[in-house]
C-alpha cells in the first residue's frame, strides 16, 4: 500500500503532502482541489508506466490541458518548472518522479528514466529479498554486495545459485511494486456506459466501459467473487439476484436482473430497465471485488445517484471489501453521509477536508475522532460537517 504521496507545482496543488489510509475521503467545496489531488496521482501513475500521451493520460480520468495550465500558476516562474510526485512505501520505499514538459505546440510529458526510477528501490529491495528468502544480510554475503553502487541486475554466474535466485527475485518484486502504482486511475462512472454495456476494450474503464465484460468474467472463472457480488448487491430492497444469459448472440450484453416485488411471469428484466443507484452499486462492488481491477484507485464523487442513508453503508460495505481483497481508495465526495460511514478509530480508514488557503494553494486536514464530552450527545460527522465544524465550507456566502 501507499503511504504517502507529495505532490509540487501541480494544477491549484503547490505543495502538499498527503498521508493515506486504505480508505480514503476527500471532501471540501466546490473548486478546492479534490479532483487536482487524484489527477497529480494519476500523472504519477502515468510516469511510473512511462505512458504520458494525452490519450493515455485522458483514459486515467485527467483533465488533460496545456502544458503551462497543468502546472501551479501562482508564480510565473513556475510555468516551465517540473512537476513533481513522490511515492512512499508502507515499508518506506520512495519513488520519485518529475515530469518534464517545454511547453512547445505538440509537446508531451516526459520522465526521467525509468532505470533511475528502479536505482531509489534496488537498495531496500536488496535487503528484504535477502532476509526474507535467504535469512542472511547484505553485509553477510559475498565482497560485491557491500558496494553501495552494486547492481543487482548485473549479477552473472560467477556469483553463484544464490545471487541468480536473487536477481529473478529483485526484477519480480520490482514490476509488482510498479503494477500497483502505474495501474492507478480515476473511476467517475456514468450512466450512459453503464446501462448500454458499451465499449468493451479494456478490463473497467473510467466511465464503467467493460463492466459487462469483468462481470462475464467473474461469472466464469471466479464464481465465489461473483456470488460475493451478488450478496452485496442484496442491500438494496427489491433486488433478488441477476444472472448472464446463456443465450446470447455474439453481439449482444445484457443481464438478467430479478426484481422480487414483481408478479412471477414479469420478475426479470435487464440494465437498460434497472434504476441508476443499482448500476453505480454493481460498478463498485465489481471495482472492489475482482482481482482483475486495480489494488490502487480512485472514485470521484463516490455518492453520484445515491440515497444519503444507502452512502453511508455502501461506504462500510467497501471498506470491509477493501480489507478483504487488498485494495486501497481515495473517494471524493460532497455528500456529508458518505462520513457517517467512517470509522475514525479505524487508523486504515481516513477523512481529509481539502480547502484552499489564503494563497489559495490546495490542503488538506485530516479529521480525526473526538471524543464526546461527558453528559453530551454524540454529533455525526455529517452533522459536525454541515454545522461548520470540521471546515470544508465556502465561505463567501
Known amino acids: 500500500m501507499i503511504k504517502e504521496v507529495k505532490i509540487q507545482n501541480?494544477?491549484?496543488v503547490q505543495d502538499l503532502t498527503l498521508e493515506l489510509g486504505r480508505v480514503n475521503v476527500l471532501i471540501g467545496a466546490n473548486g478546492c482541489g479534490k479532483s487536482n489531488i487524484l489527477e497529480a496521482i494519476a500523472m504519477g501513475s502515468a510516469a511510473?508506466?512511462?505512458k504520458l500521451s494525452n490519450e493515455f493520460l485522458s483514459s486515467r480520468g485527467i483533465r488533460v490541458a496545456d502544458s503551462i495550465a497543468m502546472r501551479s500558476g501562482f508564480e510565473k516562474g513556475k510555468l516551465s518548472k517540473v512537476?513533481?510526485?513522490s511515492f512512499l512505501e508502507r515499508n518506506n520505499n520512495p519513488y520519485n518522479l518529475e515530469l518534464h514538459n517545454d511547453n512547445l505546440p505538440f509537446s508531451e510529458w516526459k520522465v526521467k528514466n525509468i532505470d533511475e526510477i528502479s536505482a531509489q528501490m534496488a537498495g531496500p529491495l536488496i535487503n528484504n529479498l535477502f532476509e526474507k528468502h535467504f535469512n542472511i544480510k547484505k553485509r553477510d554475503t559475498h565482497d560485491?554486495?557491500?558496494?553501495?553502487?552494486?547492481?543487482p541486475l548485473e549479477i552473472d554466474d560467477e556469483n553463484g545459485e544464490i545471487l541468480k535466485k536473487l536477481k529473478n527475485l529483485f526484477v519480480n518484486s520490482l514490476l509488482a511494486k510498479f503494477t500497483d502504482i502505474s495501474s492507478f486511475l480515476i473511476y467517475a462512472p456514468e450512466e450512459t456506459f453503464l446501462r448500454k454495456f458499451e465499449d468493451e476494450s479494456s478490463i473497467l474503464g473510467k466511465r464503467g466501459e467493460g463492466l459487462f465484460k469483468l462481470l462475464s468474467v467473474m461469472s466464469s472463472e471466479t464464481p465465489e467473487e461473483f456470488q460475493e457480488l451478488i450478496e452485496n448487491l442484496e442491500l438494496i430492497d427489491w433486488f433478488e439476484g441477476f444472472e448472464i444469459p446463456k443465450d446470447l448472440v455474439f453481439t449482444e450484453r445484457r443481464i438478467r436482473i430479478k426484481d422480487r416485488f414483481l408478479d412471477e411471469g414479469l420478475k426479470y428484466f435487464d440494465q437498460r430497465s434497472s434504476n441508476e443507484g443499482f448500476l453505480y452499486m454493481m460498478f463498485y462492488f465489481?471495482?472492489?471485488i475482482s482481482k482483475y481491477t486495480p489494488k490502487f484507485f480512485a472514485i470521484d464523487n463516490i455518492d453520484a445517484s445515491l440515497n444519503p442513508k444507502l452512502c453511508s453503508e455502501?461506504?462500510?460495505?467497501?471498506?470491509?471489501l477493501a480489507k478483504k481483497h487488498d485494495k486501497q481508495v481515495i473517494f471524493t465526495t460532497h455528500n456529508p453521509a458518505i462520513l457517517d460511514g467512517l470509522n475514525l478509530n479505524n487508523d486504515e480508514q481516513r477523512l481529509m477536508v481539502v480547502y484552499r488557503n489564503v494563497h489559495g494553494h490546495t490542503k488538506t486536514k485530516r479529521i480525526t475522532k473526538k471524543e464526546t464530552p461527558e453528559g453530551s450527545e454524540p454529533v455525526r460527522l455529517?452533522?459536525?460537517f454541515l454545522r461548520g465544524y470540521l471546515g470544508g465550507l465556502p465561505k463567501n456566502f
Open 10 to 12: 501541480y494544477k491549484s
Open 382 to 384: 455529517s452533522e459536525q
Open 286 to 288: 465489481a471495482l472492489f
Open 314 to 320: 455502501l461506504i462500510k460495505i467497501l471498506t470491509k
Open 144 to 151: 560485491s554486495l557491500k558496494d553501495k553502487e552494486w547492481d
Open 83 to 85: 512537476i513533481s510526485i
Open 48 to 50: 511510473a508506466d512511462n
